[in-house]
């Protein structure tokens, strides 16, 4: 039972701290609609995330050929996983600059504003490309760890269950604590620079990633609860 058990709860684990960019991601282009459509958005969104892992994994056997060369580059071989990390990687830092500049540069001046296009279907389809992304990231690690295929839909279904209820308190978080909104931004720059690095095959481990933003999570906590205080 145990070899059952054992690689399904670190599966789960993984894919949920995987899924956290996801929920990031998702929950600060929510916060740029009205607040009766944010909710929409967060489930069309994470929906829309199991439903390509499922399909995914439906088809197995193509996502293990992603791993295989497509072309090479000056000796460095490019993958059809690599081009789409890459083509994520790039959309990512574009996307968690592009806010922050927003956040922390136009507000000062008073004859900029920040653009005001923000509908339904234009943030969800920005959600759909970073959901391939993910979702291709995630499959692939899946079948790293395990070879039951049933083990991975259970772990997939688990954990974008989880995703969806841990969605709203999350962007309710970041939404009333601008402060941590520019610091789940910087965490997606990262993303975006890890994911970049791993389409030309230079391996960044994600722990040293979640770690440092583990700890600029807690001092930003602990400057939260010091102002208050004083």
Not at 43 to 50: D, F, N
Not at 134 to 156: H, K, N, P, R
Request: with cysteine; net charge positive; aromatic share 10%.
């Amino acid at each position: 039972m145990s070899e059952i058990i054992i690689p399904l709860i670190s599966l789960i684990v993984l894919e949920v701290i995987l899924g956290i960019d996801n929920i990031i991601f998702i929950s600060i282009l929510a916060d740029k609609l009205p607040e009766n459509q944010r909710n929409k958005l967060r489930y069309w969104g994470i929906s829309l995330a199991l439903v390509m892992r499922l399909l995914l994994l439906a088809a197995i056997s193509w996502i293990l050929k992603l791993d295989h060369t497509l072309f090479s580059v000056r000796g460095l071989d490019i993958s059809g996983k690599g081009m789409i990390l890459i083509v994520g990687g790039i959309f990512l830092i574009y996307k968690s600059t592009k806010e922050i500049y927003y956040k922390t540069e136009l507000h000062k001046d008073s004859g900029l504003h920040m653009p005001k296009e923000n509908s339904f279907t234009k943030l969800l389809s920005e959600i759909i490309i970073l959901d391939l992304v993910f979702s291709i990231d995630s499959i692939i690690t899946a079948v790293g760890m395990v070879q039951e295929l049933w083990i991975m839909y259970t772990a997939v279904i688990v954990t974008v269950l989880i995703m969806l209820v841990a969605s709203k308190p999350i962007s309710e978080f970041i939404r009333k604590h601008p402060s941590f909104k520019i610091l789940a931004l910087c965490f997606l720059m990262m993303i975006g620079v890890a994911l970049l690095a791993e389409g030309f095959h230079v391996e960044i481990p994600k722990g040293y990633i979640y770690f440092s933003m583990a700890f600029a999570f807690l001092v930003d906590i602990i400057q939260m609860k010091t102002v208050k205080k004083g």
